[in-house]
Structures are given as C-alpha cells and as structure tokens.
C-alpha cells in the first residue's frame, strides 16, 4: 500500500541514536539497505526501527554475533510483521551461500559436501580495506565467548550428516589443485551456509549440504608472514589495551591492507575475487546413507574487487530481488540468510549479468 517511486529520491538524514528519525525513514519505504558497520555497534537500531514499522531490511553484516542476534530478537517479531530481513548480503556472503546452492542445481543427484577455496588477486597497487571491516574483525574475535552463549540460547538443532562425512581440513595446508598454501576462512561464511543449509532441510525437507570455507594465502613467505601477523593479532585481541592499539593502528597491524581512508581507485581496478567450489555428492537412485560419493563436481563464483565493487552489485540484486520476487520468498517473514531467502529468486541470474558470475567449470562426473 506504499507509494511507487518517484523519478527522484530525497535524502533523508537520520541518526542511529535517534529513534524518531530512523522510524520516520522505515515508515516512507519498503526496503531498507544498511550499511553502517560495525553492526554490533551501530546496526540493530536501523534493524528494530524496520520490524516495528514494517519495512524490510538488508545488511552486508559479515558479523555472525550480530546476524544471529537480529535472529533471536527479531525472527518472530518480523514473520508477525510480515517482512523480511537479510543479513550478510555482500561479500560476505553471497558468493559463498548462493554459490554452494548453485552448485547443488548444477549436480544431477544428491550433493552432499562443498568445499570453497577463496583467491583474491591484485594488481601492482596491492589490495586495499576501510578499517570498518578490521573492526568488525577485532571486536568480534575478542568476543568469541559470547557467540557460543548465544548460540546456545538460540538452541539451534544440529544439522544432520547425509553421505560421507567433510573431513575437517588443518588450519594451514597446501593445496596441489592451486598450487598455494590455504587456510580456513575466518569470515562468516561456514555460519551463514550452515543457517541457509539447516533452514532448507527443516522447512523445504531438502538434503542438507555440508561445507568447509577456505582461501588461498601464496607461497612460503606469504605463509610466514601471514603467521606471524595472525599470531600477533589474536594476542593483541584478548587485552583491551591491545584492541585499542588494533582499531588505533590499523595498517601498522595488517600490513598495510587496512587503512583508514579505504582503497583507492586504483586497487579496486586492479583487484578482483574467485570463489571456487568442489561438490561431491551421489548420483540418481543412489542411496547416500549406505555408499559412498560416486559424483564430482566443480564451479566457480568470480568477479571484481570483492569489498567495494562485488558487494555494492549483491546488496542491491538481493534488494531487487526481494522487492521483486515476492513471490519466490519464504512464505513468511522472519530474519533469515541470503540462500534461504532467495534460494528460489532470480538473484544469480541478476548478479550474472552485472559482473559477479557463477559458472560450471567441470561438469559432474561419475
């Protein structure tokens, strides 16, 4: 019962420690796009303001505390309300969880396992990250412990193992398929797939894909460096001193990838992101519980420089996505994950065609 669009938009200003002025923004839309990180701090006032007013909400959170939280406060209040909000529509992690259900469309049979080996490459002028993202990083590794309680009170039911079970690769290993030293993905993706996966096996019976989330690092040196760094990092993050010094020093402590001032045009030209994933499963009429995978399959998720460029193009196909593919949403609102939201949307057809490209790269094989 809103009003379409006008040929212009206003600007609005508005201020997350100002209810009123958020309320009044939720009331004059259908859709909400939020991107004021690090949404731990400054998120769930916009996300409330949208539910009681009765507009949607989509974030580019790559924070799992948040995303989950926004579940347990506001899931039923939004399925009430009848709207919708999706969390972690960017980089992180659209690439990850519509790619792993591309991946299952692609496969004749059953796919029940998915590894993704992230490689992000540059040019000349390096890569370059707003120190919002480093933030997020800090705050959220320091506060590890209270995931684990909220997820306990969450009381999410385990997802159920169907075939061979993923082995659990070690937090460093070598990668002969790259020819790189890998290591585990500390992002949000492995959260965000396991809440798309567990929501299409509760609520549409479908076979629950496993998932292990990796990116590619370089060589020895890159390796050493990167060791060092980290370690350096994860004894910084459990001080309050050595948070601060972290958010304070920015690119002293990452090397020079995260900066206040963000990347230049330059490194955004020169940078670009490939998501490759590897899906075993089984194929038709083969029964997953009492053999094991006979199917193979391998595809790709690519495109620019993922943190500027990629995420702006996914937040706003999901945006046009969920305002127009109504019809293809859950039935109900609620707070949910990119793949459970649009599992069933033209979304990868959308970010196909502007520059984020899903493609089959080996077709399964028995």
């Known amino acids: 019962g809103k009003a379409a669009l006008g040929e ?34 400054f998120g769930e006032p916009v996300v409330e303001a949208c539910v009681e007013n009765g507009a949607s909400c989509i974030d580019i959170s790559g924070e ?4 989950e939280g926004m579940y347990l406060k506001y899931n039923e ?16 992690s659209i690439p990850a969880d519509m790619g792993v259900l591309y991946t299952r469309d692609k496969l004749k049979g059953t796919l029940t396992a998915v590894e993704s080996f992230l490689s992000v490459k540059s040019g000349p002028e390096g890569v370059g990250i707003h120190d919002g993202t480093w933030k997020s990083a800090v705050y959220g ?5 209270n995931l684990k309680k909220l997820r306990k009170k969450i009381g999410f039911a385990p997802v159920p193992v169907v075939g061979t079970k993923l082995k659990k690769r070690g937090f460093l290993f070598y990668s002969p398929e ?14 965000v797939v396991k809440r798309t996966q567990r929501y299409l096996h509760t609520e549409l019976q479908q076979t629950p894909v496993q998932y292990g989330a990796y990116v590619t690092v370089g060589g020895l040196g890159s390796v050493i460096k990167l060791m060092f760094m980290g370690m ?28 206040k001032e963000g990347p230049t045009q330059k490194q955004m030209d020169g940078t670009s992101f490939t998501m490759t994933f590897f899906g075993e499963g089984y194929s038709e009429g083969q029964d997953p519980q009492n053999s094991k995978p006979n199917v193979k399959i391998c595809t790709e998720v690519k495109g620019p420089e993922p ?30 994950s990119p793949g459970a939201a649009f599992s069933k949307t033209k979304l990868i057809d959308r970010l196909n065609k502007r520059g984020v490209e899903f493609s089959v790269i080996s077709k399964p094989e028995v």
């Open 178 to 191: 790259f020819k790189e030293y890998c290591i585990t993905f500390m992002g949000s993706d492995g959260s």
């Open 307 to 336: 943190g500027y460029i990629a995420t702006p193009i996914a937040m706003v196909q999901a945006a046009v996505s969920l305002l127009e593919d109504a019809a293809s949403l859950p039935k109900r609102g609620g707070v949910y």
């Open 64 to 67: 799992p505390q948040f995303l």
């Open 232 to 259: 350096l990092f994860l004894l910084l993050v459990k001080f309050n001193f050595g948070r601060k010094l972290l958010t304070k020093y920015p690119e002293f402590f990452s090397a020079g990838r995260f900066t």
């Open 8 to 41: 212009e938009v206003g600007v609005l200003l508005c201020d997350v420690g100002d209810a009123g002025s958020l309320a009044t923004m939720a009331r004059q839309t259908r859709l909400v796009l939020n991107c004021v990180g690090p949404y731990r701090f």
């Open 77 to 92: 209040k939004a399925a009430e309300k009848g709207v919708y909000v999706v969390g972690s529509c960017g980089f992180d």
């Open 141 to 145: 590794l320091a506060d590890e412990d």
